[in-house]
Each structure stands twice: as structure tokens, then as C-alpha cells.
């Protein structure tokens, strides 16, 4: 009711043919009683329902846990931040804290997993001389798979903040930027870790399920990309 009536309001009652959608339940079904036909997925939410998914596999998510106490540890401890100060002057990088990802949101992951990944020799130094907590110590196999995740997700971000960042209409972009993501940053390499690999199949999965399994949605987006 509250959408019918701010479509007469602005005088676009008769003009309103597609609405972009998070896919609620909700949302589809006002959009049904308004006769809206074509409901777009979001693109933010579906690369957030995706890259969630991907962090749920058990061993993406029991390393994402170890990160996050690890994080945990150097935010709330003053001795180790200091320490952690001092190995980055001695390494003479900027002195920055580690991030956290509280927000739950797949860019504050990535934030987190890149400070990890760019402080790896300035922890690693700290927790050396800290006997206490050597158990927080990550190892070479799970580096490597933080550095994996943070370039699987750098073109997420890339293409999120190119949305964001566009004052014209987007949705001419869709179709180009899911066929990239998809037969580039999506390709399963060999030099691929199971983990990524695993990663990368659940993600596009998702993108091809939202976008290409729906015969009215893929028409859509490829006349709005020829146009």
C-alpha cells in the first residue's frame, strides 16, 4: 500500500514495470499485487548472500574464527598492540591496527583479511616472543588461504564501488560484469586451494542461480545490455 501510494503521488503508477528487489518474500509479493513483472535481484545482495555462503564452509569459517581471536587479541591487549607498533617501525611500515569484521558484511571480512595479510611478518614477530600465546600463531596453509580469499574478493569490491561510484543507471552493466566475474575471478585454477576452489564453485552458483536460471531476468538483462 505504502509503495501504490507513493506511485500516485509522483504521478509513476502507470510508467513502473521492474523493481530491483533483496529477493524478501515481502518485497516480491507487493511487487506481484502492484503487477510489477520484472523483479531484479540486487546485485549487492546476491554477491553478500554468495560470499556468506563461501564463508560458512567449514574450514573457510573455522579460519575466518582463528583470524578474528587473533584480531581479537591484538585490539584488546595494550602490551601487544605496543609490541605490534614497535615490529612494524622496526619493519619501517605505517603503524596501523589490525581490523576487525563485527559488521556483518563481506567488505569488513575483506578489510580484516588484507590488514592480516599486509601485518603477516609484524604479528608473526610479536607473537614469536609471546609464549603465552603462541597457539594464535596462523600457519603457512592458512596464510595462504587468507591471501587466496583477499584476491578472490578484491573484485568484488572493485566492482561494488564501480556501482556505487555510477551516476547513470546500472543495470546495462549487470550482464558484462557477472559474465567477467564469473569466467575470470570465479575460474577455478590450479594452483587454486581446495578451499578457494570450494569458495569459488558456491559463489557461482549463486550468481548463475539469481541471474542466468531465471529465463526472464537473462532476457532482461540482455536487452538492457544491447540497448
Not at 581490523?99 to 608473526?124: C, E, H, N, P, Y
Not at 575460474?187 to 581446495?194: G, L, Q, R, V
Request: proline share 3%.
Amino acid at each position: 500500500r505504502v509503495l501504490y501510494e507513493a506511485f500516485i503521488e509522483w504521478g509513476v503508477s502507470s510508467k513502473v514495470f521492474g523493481a530491483t528487489t533483496d529477493r524478501g518474500k515481502d518485497v516480491a509479493k507487493a511487487c506481484s499485487l502492484l503487477d510489477i513483472t520484472v523483479q531484479m535481484p540486487c546485485l549487492a545482495h546476491t554477491f553478500d548472500a554468495g560470499l556468506q555462503q563461501a564463508f560458512r564452509l567449514p574450514k573457510l569459517g573455522a579460519l575466518l574464527a582463528r583470524c578474528r581471536k587473533l584480531v581479537e587479541y591484538f585490539q584488546q591487549s595494550t602490551v601487544a598492540m605496543y609490541l605490534l607498533y614497535e615490529k612494524q617501525k622496526q619493519q619501517h611500515a605505517a603503524p596501523c591496527m589490525l581490523v576487525s569484521d563485527r559488521v556483518a558484511w563481506w567488505g569488513s571480512t575483506l578489510a580484516m583479511l588484507q590488514r592480516l595479510k599486509d601485518q603477516q611478518f609484524a604479528i608473526a614477530g610479536v607473537l614469536l616472543e609471546d609464549s603465552n600465546n603462541h597457539h594464535l600463531m596462523l600457519e603457512a596453509a592458512e596464510w595462504a588461504s587468507i591471501e587466496g580469499l583477499v584476491d578472490l574478493l578484491q573484485p568484488f569490491k572493485q566492482v561494488a564501488e564501480m556501482l556505487s561510484a555510477s551516476r547513470h543507471l546500472t543495470i546495462s552493466m549487470v550482464k558484462p560484469l557477472l559474465h567477467m566475474l564469473l569466467n575470470t575471478t570465479l575460474t577455478i585454477k590450479e594452483t587454486d586451494s581446495k578451499e578457494i576452489s570450494m569458495a569459488k564453485e558456491v559463489i557461482a552458483k549463486e550468481l548463475s542461480k539469481t541471474y542466468q536460471e531465471m529465463p526472464e531476468i537473462d532476457m532482461f538483462l540482455n536487452v538492457a545490455t544491447f540497448l
